[in-house]
């Protein structure tokens, strides 16, 4: 019996211990105290059967589990009730502020040049994601077998021999077929390419494209446009330099260089010394890609470039991982 009262009591112990909130310690209470199982009232009820010699040593262990248990809990009590008093509800505290959003970097470039290209008298114009061969590769003149579109590794869609843009140049020839030149026209959007996920390249990702189409539009009109929002995007103390290159679709083209941002064009890792970062592709409108939109190149000229979106936040914000563009970390996002 003393000892079935001693095992009562530590399980008391425990459990109390592991009762929170006001229900559960009312639990404990029924079980131990209830009138009708309780195990404390059980115990009393056993006394009668404890031999006269014992049944003093053994009332007053169990008086003593008794009084002991109920003090407990009364204290337990009591103590959850002052915890509620020190915390109450404060209905003067400010209510908790919305958590503000935030523009991604690559949105930030976006709309600081597309700011700079409508001061400058371009309209905008995003195009479709979606195409056909004609739009994104033929009509730029790429042939059917032109060795450029290696290049650009496509993503082919199933359905009605579409395919996913693989830069926005496509929009050249759809503004081009729309809209009577003169024309000045900037457009940024998403385009594709099969590639594999690395630091610097994703098989998703941004590009601006601009171009413009007017009478005598020559190279000295190109270059003006790219210094201009180059050093108003990057700096004005930065240095811009072409160089010749190739593109089917322009004639000539030249491969555009800006003094590098991190060195300011001293020579660093970043720009392995050279002082210079390959920023954008440009060049003047290929006479055939005008006639393919039914514009005489005798009489019209124009301009182009393309430019990586991606690669100029990460330029401007000193982000080294492309990837980092495409998580949509919010701990990285809430710093722009
Ligand atoms: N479309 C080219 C590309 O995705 C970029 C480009 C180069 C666009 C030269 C142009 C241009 O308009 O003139 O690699």
Known sequence: ?????????????????????????????????????????????????????????????????RDRAEEALKEKTARLVTEKVEHPLDVTLPGRAPRLGHLHPTTLVRRELE??????????????????????FEALNFTPDHPARDMQDTFFLDVDQLLLRTHTSNVQIRSMERFKPPLRVLSCGRVYRRDEITMRKSPVFHQAEGFLVDKGIHIGHLRATLEQFIKRLFGSDLAMRMRPSYFPFTEPSA?????????????CNTCSFTGWMEILGSGMIHPQVLRNVGIDPDVWSGFAFG??????????????????????????????
């Open 255 to 267: 491969e555009v260089d800006m003094s590098c941002v991190f060195c300011r064009g001293k020579g």
């Open 1 to 65: 019996m003393l000892e079935d009262i001693q095992q009562t009591a530590r399980a008391f112990d425990s459990d109390l211990a592991s009762a929170n909130g006001a229900r559960e310690i009312d639990e404990v209470r029924v079980r131990y105290f209830g009138r009708k199982a309780g195990l404390i009232p059980a115990l009393f009820t056993r006394l009668k059967e404890v031999p006269k010699e014992q049944k003093r040593e053994i009332g007053d262990a169990l008086n003593k589990l």
């Open 307 to 336: 430019f990586g979106l991606d690669r100029a936040a990460m330029i401007k914000y000193d982000i080294p991982n492309i990837r980092t563009l495409f998580e949509n970390d919010v701990r990285v996002l809430q710093q722009f």
């Open 115 to 136: 700011e700079i290209f409508v001061e400058m008298g371009y309209s905008l114009d995003p195009g479709p994601e979606v195409e056909t061969d004609w739009y994104n």
